[in-house]
């Protein structure tokens, strides 16, 4: 065994069996080997298990490893080589964070997920090809990849997070795919890529096919054909543009993309777009708006504040509304108020009103609803009673049904319709008949928390 280990130079093997269990506290790495076992395979390596062993400079992982924890290998400054097994499926966050010697990886196709600060400050990797597989890329994942060049996103990336690629100061090729609906803040800075960006007659600054960095227009600013996304915060400020056409084919406009845009009167929503995000309008001049059919989702804020908002077409295919989406505006103060406080308008359910005198303890939700908006922290203000849901619903958002102290569901089931339920929906229910129908696809964290 000693022969072993010296001419292998601290490779590490993990091997599977029926049972097993290792204790390794080795005089130079002083550590313990834990591993998560269920029946006789090893299926995970559990948090921070070989943290700063800076001398490791190989790893090979067996292939029933489905899952490598939170900084398991963070800080191993001697890392060159690892084999990611196929079967593997998530990295999570901080796992190879700081292995500055690591210079390559192959992600293996089965790979769904790859956590927030992932590998920051791996200054040695100078690419990355990520399989088609993977859904998210956590914030700052590849933050500060010195020596990182070239990057590959798959085709099952829909967002790139916050400060994803921040600091890889060499970056200057990537290719993006068609399914990026979101863009966040500082995905790209510090990168060749933003130095060397497109820059069309308007100033404003394109990778690729997303719009990464808008420049102020007096009157009127036309996007660029072919554009696919507005990264988040983009036009944030610009106070002379009062037009902004937008391209058919864009698909998401991120947070904050045209907030405080003061002068901003009229957009034109392209048949596309999916998805608007937070606080995108928030605090424009906007006086009319017409959403497209196809629309999926809005987020929180997204029209709030704008003060001249007299009309909003509001299309069926809205399936997430975020909390306060018009708060602030003319078009929401007059819409009718039913016996219970709620407004609604094409099937959305988007206030209840907090006024427990005037409207009562007791909420029936009007027939042919089919989304009911996330709620936010004012909800806590009414004490409701009891609620009444009905089988139109489709779609409960996040604190979507959060009310103050206990309150009890008159439905002895779910609605059988009900396809989506938020975080937080059902906070503080009673549920004495909990049957979940068949059509149910998501339920969020802490959904029926006190119930």
Same mark, same amino acid.
């Given at each position: 065994?000693?022969?072993?280990? *010296?001419?292998?130079? +601290?490779?590490?093997?993990?091997?599977?069996?029926?049972?097993?269990?290792?204790?390794?506290?080795?005089?130079?790495?002083?550590?313990?080997?834990?591993?998560?076992?269920?029946?006789?395979?090893?299926?995970?390596?559990?948090?921070?298990?070989?943290? *700063?062993?800076?001398?490791?400079?190989?790893?090979?992982?067996?292939?029933?490893?489905?899952?490598?924890?939170?900084?398991?290998?963070?800080?191993?400054?001697?890392?060159?080589?690892?084999?990611?097994?196929?079967?593997?499926?998530?990295?999570?966050?901080?796992?190879?964070?700081?292995?500055?010697?690591?210079?390559?990886?192959?992600?293996?196709?089965?790979?769904?997920?790859?956590?927030?600060?992932?590998?920051?400050?791996?200054?040695?990797?100078?690419?990355?090809?990520?399989?088609?597989?993977?859904?998210?890329?956590?914030?700052?994942?590849? *933050?500060?990849?010195?020596?990182?060049?070239?990057?590959?996103?798959?085709?099952?990336?829909?967002?790139?997070?916050?400060?994803?690629?921040?600091?890889?100061?060499?970056?200057?090729?990537?290719?993006?795919?068609?399914?990026?609906?979101?863009?966040?803040?500082?995905?790209?800075?510090?990168?060749?890529?933003?130095?060397?960006?497109?820059?069309?007659? +308007?100033?404003?600054?394109?990778?690729?096919?997303?719009?990464?960095?808008?420049?102020?227009?007096?009157?009127?600013? &036309?996007?660029?054909?072919?554009?696919?996304?507005?990264?988040?915060?983009?036009? &944030?400020?610009?106070?002379h543009i009062k037009v902004a056409a937008l391209p058919e084919g864009l698909r998401g406009i991120g947070s904050r993309a045209f907030y405080r845009c003061r002068a901003l009167e009229e957009v034109n929503f392209p048949k596309s777009l999916k998805i608007i995000r937070?606080?995108?309008?928030?605090?424009?001049?906007?006086?009319?708006?017409?959403?497209?059919?196809?629309?999926?989702?809005?987020?929180?804020?997204?029209?709030?504040?704008?003060?001249?908002?007299?009309?909003?077409?509001?299309? $069926?295919?809205?399936?997430?509304?975020?909390?306060?989406?018009?708060?602030?505006?003319?078009? $929401?103060?007059?819409?009718?108020?039913?016996?219970?406080?709620?407004?609604?308008?094409?099937?959305?359910?988007?206030?209840?009103?907090?006024?427990?005198?005037?409207?009562?303890?007791?909420?029936?939700?009007?027939?042919?609803?089919?989304?009911?908006?996330?709620?936010?922290?004012?909800?806590?203000?009414?004490?409701?009673?009891?609620?009444?849901?009905?089988?139109?619903?489709?779609?409960?958002?996040?604190?979507?049904?959060?009310?103050?102290?206990?309150?009890?569901?008159?439905?002895? *089931?779910?609605?059988?319709? $009900?396809?989506?339920?938020?975080? +937080?929906?059902?906070?503080?229910?009673?549920?004495?008949?909990?049957?979940?129908?068949?059509?149910?696809?998501?339920?969020?964290?802490?959904?029926?928390?006190?119930?």
């Amino acid at each position: 065994m000693d022969n072993y280990w *010296k001419k292998n130079k +601290y490779q590490i093997v993990f091997f599977f069996a029926a049972f097993i269990i290792l204790g390794w506290n080795y005089g130079i790495f002083n550590l313990k080997c834990r591993l998560v076992i269920k029946g006789d395979s090893i299926v995970g390596i559990t948090d921070g298990i070989f943290q *700063k062993c800076e001398q490791m400079d190989t790893i090979k992982i067996p292939k029933h490893i489905k899952v490598i924890g939170d900084s398991a290998f963070r800080g191993c400054q001697g890392l060159e080589t690892i084999t990611l097994p196929d079967g593997l499926t998530v990295i999570e966050g901080n796992a190879f964070e700081d292995c500055v010697s690591l210079g390559h990886i192959d992600f293996p196709d089965s790979l769904k997920w790859i956590g927030d600060f992932a590998f920051a400050g791996c200054n040695s990797l100078k690419e990355v090809e990520v399989p088609g597989n993977v859904q998210e890329i956590g914030v700052s994942a590849f *933050k500060n990849c010195i020596s990182l060049e070239r990057a590959v996103l798959g085709n099952g990336i829909t967002r790139i997070d916050n400060d994803t690629f921040r600091g890889c100061d060499h970056l200057s090729k990537i290719k993006i795919p068609d399914t990026i609906v979101d863009v966040r803040e500082g995905a790209f800075e510090g990168t060749e890529l933003l130095e060397s960006a497109i820059e069309d007659r +308007y100033g404003n600054r394109y990778i690729g096919n997303i719009l990464v960095k808008g420049q102020d227009s007096f009157g009127y600013m &036309k996007i660029l054909e072919g554009t696919r996304v507005i990264g988040q915060g983009a036009f &944030k400020g610009c106070n002379h543009i009062k037009v902004a056409a937008l391209p058919e084919g864009l698909r998401g406009i991120g947070s904050r993309a045209f907030y405080r845009c003061r002068a901003l009167e009229e957009v034109n929503f392209p048949k596309s777009l999916k998805i608007i995000r937070d606080d995108v309008f928030h605090g424009c001049r906007l006086r009319r708006v017409e959403l497209p059919y196809g629309l999926q989702e809005i987020g929180s804020g997204a029209f709030s504040g704008c003060r001249e908002l007299g009309y909003v077409g509001l299309p $069926l295919t809205v399936t997430l509304m975020g909390a306060n989406v018009f708060s602030g505006t003319p078009w $929401l103060g007059r819409l009718y108020v039913d016996r219970y406080g709620c407004k609604y308008s094409n099937g959305v359910l988007l206030e209840i009103s907090m006024d427990n005198g005037m409207y009562g303890t007791d909420i029936r939700i009007q027939d042919g609803t089919r989304v009911i908006c996330c709620g936010s922290e004012y909800y806590g203000e009414r004490t409701v009673e009891s609620v009444e849901l009905l089988d139109s619903l489709a779609y409960i958002g996040e604190f979507g049904l959060a009310f103050s102290g206990e309150w009890v569901l008159k439905n002895k *089931k779910l609605p059988k319709n $009900l396809v989506s339920i938020g975080a +937080y929906a059902f906070t503080g229910a009673r549920i004495y008949n909990m049957e979940l129908p068949d059509c149910l696809e998501k339920i969020g964290t802490h959904a029926f928390t006190d119930c």
